[in-house]
């Protein structure tokens, strides 16, 4: 990585990239992602994905998102347009994946390059213990446990913390009891479920979540308006995510 390329790229941040620009960019972060970021953010904390080679033994995303893949085929085609590398860092006791990502590349945005962070696989992830009346004690919705599986929190990220636009880690969900018996938007039905778990924050300060039944959860995710105190259901869960992170990459 040459100081010259590094000086195009800052002296071009907010305008499109000509195409033979965009390839040289994008050969030279396919060559050594973390070296590369590393100069371009500042920071020295990233390594090349081979130093997890035990937790992510391939960087190919097709067959790293293999298993939900046709759950979300919208994310997944815009990860696959917008990755330059990826890389990886431990943090906190665990891995995670760094993906460098080209956004802002379409008609009148501005171009700027994004870190997403992806943390480690987890395959038997927790529901948190945080909660109040017992509600500790219920699993997980499938889709949360399978995405999961691919990443424990996922998505844009700044100095360690996953802010409004991703999806939690599994450690940081969040119950919401306060919203329990609030009526549905469209006043079809009542809400009298034992909790509302939190898995994503949006940007509007809406919160995605699933309500308790039994001591499983809805297979639909719902949102919760934090104005109105109320919420409507969507569609499955990583239906949901798929369709959220997707618009976030396209913005």
């Known amino acids: 990585m040459t100081e010259d390329l590094w000086n195009v790229l800052r002296a071009i941040q907010g305008v499109r990239p000509p195409p033979a620009f ?25 390594l090349p994905l081979t130093a997890a080679r035990e937790v992510w033994p391939t960087s190919d995303l097709e067959l790293l998102w293999a298993p939900i893949a046709d759950q979300v085929k919208g994310l997944l085609t815009q990860l696959k347009k917008r990755t330059l590398g990826l890389m990886a860092r431990r943090w906190r006791g665990s891995w995670q994946m760094g993906y460098i990502l080209e956004m802002g590349t379409g008609p009148r945005q501005y171009y700027h390059l994004a870190l997403w962070v992806g943390g480690a696989p987890n395959a038997a992830p927790k529901a948190p213990k945080n909660g ?16 999961y599986a691919i990443h424990d929190g996922f998505g844009p990220h700044f100095d360690g913390v996953f802010p409004p636009g991703a999806v939690m880690p599994s450690a940081l969900l969040e119950y919401l009891p306060a919203v329990i018996g609030h009526r549905t938007k469209d006043r079809s039905a009542i809400i009298q479920k034992s909790g509302f778990l939190s898995f994503l924050i949006r940007d509007d300060w809406n919160r995605l979540g699933f309500y308790r039944q039994g001591r499983r959860a809805y297979t639909k995710a719902f949102e919760w308006d934090h104005e109105t105190k109320s919420a409507i259901q969507r569609q499955a869960g990583l239906a949901v995510i798929n369709r959220t992170l997707a618009a976030k990459l396209r913005e």
């Open 22 to 46: 965009r390839k040289k960019l994008a050969e030279a972060f396919s060559l050594d992602a973390a070296g590369a970021w590393n100069t371009y953010a500042g920071t020295d904390d990233w």
């Open 132 to 147: 109040v009346d017992g509600e500790g004690d219920w699993s997980l919705p499938d889709d949360l446990e399978r995405f």
